[in-house]
Structure formats: structure tokens, C-alpha cells
């Protein structure tokens, strides 16, 4: 059984136990017989808001979707990362610049977490997230750090697409291939409060 068919299944079952909790004693013994057991260790539902499980699943699946399509990057580019540690970090969204900070691809957090799609940041700057209350001293920062090719980390505010700013958390690491010559960088980012 894939994951899939896992949680299809798990939704299901939240909805029968609640189903079975509201039978008379009577009424189960009816239908009894037609209740098979799972042969999947049964996990109990620590309380009746099941949603974060379903959030950590999601969070999960999109983590693995994260950590495939950078791994393609990876070779594709031939860089020299690990990946795996790299997304050890906590992290919404994922953005990944040539050396000129043209953004080349961002994850699917990247828009949940600012509003602007794929395809209107690819071949943009981050630069557009920017607006009137992001910091001089920050953004020199970022500049003065990754001219040097050094990995930034920082809060910058950013502005989603209805223009609400909000704090984010950014850490941008240069990405060398196996010659040794940054050809990326990649930041993760996360709203903080």
C-alpha cells in the first residue's frame, strides 16, 4: 500500500470511528462481523484535531518533492552538496539563483509563503519581494556576503504579492560544482514572527 492509499484510507477510518463510537451496543454487535482489522500498526489519535497529521504528511511529501528536483539540480549541475544535510534546516520556501541572482527555480512553499507563482519569479531577482520597510543594511549585507561568495544568514522583511510584508528568515549558501566554482546559490527562507 503507497502513502497515498495510506492516508486515503486512515481519513476513512477517522470518519468510521466516529461512526462505530456512535452505535448502541446493540447496533455494533449487528455489524460486527463485517469489521476487519488492519494489518497496519494502528497509531491513536492524540485528539480530535487531526489536521496537524495530515500538515506533517503534506510537509513531508513536499520536503521529498524539495529534496528530488535539488538532487536533479545537483546533477544536472554537477554540484557538490549534500542535499540531504542542506534541508536538515526548517524551512517554507526554497530558492535557487544562477551567480547573477536571476532565480532559475523556487519550491511550491515559495509561493504559499509569498503569493507569486513559479512562473512570474523564474528569470526575476529576489529583489522583487522587496519594498519600502526592507532594510539598506540588510540587503548590503546580502550583497557584500554573497559577492564574496560566503553563506548569508539573516531576517529580511519581504513583501508578499498583496504587498503585506512580513519577516523572513534567510539562509543563502553558495553551491560549488566538483571544479570548485560557485555556479548557484540557494536560500532557504522562512517567515518568522
Known amino acids: 500500500m503507497d502513502t497515498d492509499e495510506y492516508m486515503e484510507n486512515l481519513s476513512n477510518m477517522a470518519g ?3 461512526y462505530l463510537a456512535s452505535l448502541s451496543k446493540e447496533e455494533y454487535e449487528k455489524i460486527r462481523h463485517r469489521i476487519k482489522t488492519s494489518k497496519y500498526q494502528p497509531h ?4 480530535w484535531d487531526i489536521s496537524g497529521q495530515f500538515q506533517n504528511n503534506a510537509d513531508n511529501n513536499n520536503k521529498e518533492s524539495d529534496t528530488l528536483k535539488l538532487r536533479q539540480l545537483a546533477k544536472k549541475h554537477q554540484w557538490n552538496i549534500d ?3 542542506l534541508l536538515d534546516t526548517s524551512y517554507q520556501a526554497i530558492v535557487v539563483t544562477d551567480t547573477d541572482l536571476i532565480i532559475s527555480w523556487v519550491n511550491k512553499g515559495f509561493k504559499e509563503m509569498t503569493g507569486y507563482s513559479t512562473k512570474f519569479a523564474i528569470g526575476k531577482t529576489p529583489k522583487f519581494l522587496q519594498g519600502i520597510d526592507t ?3 540588510t540587503r548590503k549585507k546580502i550583497r557584500e556576503h554573497l559577492s564574496l561568495l560566503q553563506p548569508f544568514t539573516g531576517v529580511i522583511t519581504n513583501y508578499r504579492k498583496n504587498r503585506d510584508a512580513y519577516l ?7 553551491v560549488q560544482n566538483q571544479q570548485n566554482q560557485v555556479t548557484h546559490f540557494i536560500a532557504l527562507e522562512k517567515e518568522v514572527a
Open 168 to 174: 523572513c528568515m534567510v539562509n543563502i549558501y553558495p
Open 44 to 47: 491513536p489519535i492524540m485528539s
Open 83 to 85: 542535499i540531504g544535510k
Open 16 to 18: 468510521l470511528d466516529i
Open 135 to 137: 532594510s539598506e543594511i
